[in-house]
């Protein structure tokens, strides 16, 4: 069974802070994924990393996968309270998507 | 493109009655799946569909749980009976299957509560 560990599970924060979250796995994955899920709302992509050692940015948000691809981190830059949700990571394998638990971040005016 | 659809948003049943909870995917996907998700758990994949026919469905926790896709623009997802530990918010999700990335569209979630 692949299993992809997150940490932090829980953050909060001030805003203009900077953040980083990390996720983890014994498996090696295709691809990998981060998704942000609001309150009341299903996940949603914000990026895909595939090559071992990406480093992909979206505006304030880095993201980095491990050489080994096994792993991945999200670092924020002056996070900002529009920032808050569950930070979701998910491996890619031939279809299956395998997701962490999240990390729940809050970021406070 | 509106989505992916799940109806009802919300459903509160009594245990041993039966809940069937519906999707309608992206037009043009070809995938579709149902995750679960609780805090406990987190979200877990319960089936996942490919043109329609049912490929992978080793997550669906038990007989009690069944799914169908009747067609590219429609499936259920039914519960009979339920039980309190079946409470959680189900989503359904889909994409267009190609080589490599498997990024997924989500709908907005069932949330059931079984009392």
């Known amino acids: 069974t692949q299993l992809l560990e997150q940490s932090p599970q829980f953050l909060s924060i001030q805003e203009g802070e900077n953040l980083t979250v990390y996720c983890n796995s014994s498996s090696v994955f295709s691809s990998l994924q981060w998704y942000r899920q609001e309150p009341g709302e299903g996940p949603v992509l914000l990026v895909t990393?595939?090559?071992?050692?990406e480093v992909k940015k979206l505006k304030r948000l880095t993201f980095q996968f491990g050489d080994a691809r096994k792993d991945s981190s999200l670092h924020i830059t002056a996070a900002q309270p529009g920032d808050t949700g569950l930070y979701l990571c998910a491996g890619g394998s031939n279809y299956k998507l395998t997701f962490g638990k999240g990390t729940l971040l809050t970021v406070n005016p | 493109d509106a989505g992916v659809i799940q109806s009802p948003r919300h459903e509160v049943t009594e245990m041993g009655q039966e809940v069937t909870l519906r999707c309608k995917p992206i037009s043009g996907h070809n995938s579709l799946f149902w995750y679960r998700q609780t805090m406990m758990r987190g979200l877990e994949l319960l089936i996942y569909?490919?043109?329609?026919?049912?490929?992978?469905d080793s997550g669906m926790p038990e007989d009690r749980f069944s799914a169908k896709m009747p067609n590219a623009s429609f499936s259920t997802l039914k519960i009979q009976p339920s039980e309190p530990r079946d409470s959680a918010v189900y989503f359904c999700a889909s994409n267009f299957r190609i080589q490599g990335g498997t990024e997924a569209f989500f709908g907005q979630g069932t949330r059931l509560t079984v009392v």
């Open positions: 569909f490919n043109n329609n026919v049912p490929i992978d």
């Open positions: 990393v595939v090559t071992g050692g």
